[in-house]
């Protein structure tokens, strides 16, 4: 095994091969021998990272300086927590994890379970924080269906109601970053994001794995609505 640059406690499979598939799908098969050879995964193991999606928000947050000291976050979302971890970890004063389904405890966060498209979630997130947020988060992705039109609409329309939100509980000056997939009608969500942010960005970072059609919007300095 040899040690992944980059990536402190991980190490670089030279090709694990599973030499029997126990009656898997082929499907799953793949899916397992790519985690089991996946240095980002062996990453978050070695760090106690809930996911290797969190290496994903460290590469952001290095490069756009997103999660500030004292700062308010809401992570949308947030199963199974990584970003939350991330968030904690680089010195964020509060934490939402916001989420339909519960989520193991994560220390210094505080967990609202619901659907943030609810019409009184602003007003509730906005109670719980004592104000607005500095910064708003969102890797969530639909389930996919495997037709590429289609899961690229869904995973838009996903992301333009977390933008819808995030413009109702941001303070002056925030940031949102939400996932998308590659296809051209992102441009629909780009458009109102530019008109009430000074700088909106399609980002890839080096955890998102490049075989992925995986891209994240980063909008900075919420000019308000």
């Known amino acids: 095994m040899a040690k992944q640059p980059g990536l402190p406690g991980a190490t670089r499979s030279l090709g694990v091969r599973l030499r029997t598939a126990n009656k898997r799908t082929i499907g799953s098969q793949k899916w397992l021998e790519r985690q089991l050879n996946d240095p980002y995964v062996a990453a978050a193991r070695a760090q106690g990272f809930r996911s290797r999606a969190a290496f994903k928000l460290m590469e952001m947050d290095d490069k756009y300086k997103l999660i500030r000291a004292g700062s308010r976050i809401v992570d949308l979302g947030a199963a199974p927590g990584g970003w939350c971890q991330v968030a904690v970890q680089r010195g964020a004063a509060q934490v939402v994890a916001m989420d339909l389904l519960p989520i193991d405890p994560i220390p210094e966060v505080t967990f609202l379970q619901g659907d943030f498209n609810d019409a009184d979630m602003p007003a509730r997130l906005r109670a719980l924080m004592g104000g607005a947020a500095d910064l708003v988060l969102s890797d ?6 495997g037709h590429g039109a289609t899961d690229h609409i869904r995973i838009v329309a996903l992301a333009e109601l977390a933008f819808d939100f995030a413009t109702h509980v941001l303070a002056p000056g925030g940031a949102f970053v939400t996932k998308v997939f590659q296809g051209g009608s992102e441009q629909q969500l780009l458009a109102p994001m530019k008109r009430v942010f000074a700088t909106v960005r399609h980002v890839k970072p080096p955890a998102s794995r490049k075989n992925s059609s995986e ?11």
């Open 140 to 145: 969530m992705a639909p389930n996919t269906t």
């Open 215 to 225: 891209l994240y919007v980063v909008a900075t300095r919420f000019r308000g609505v």
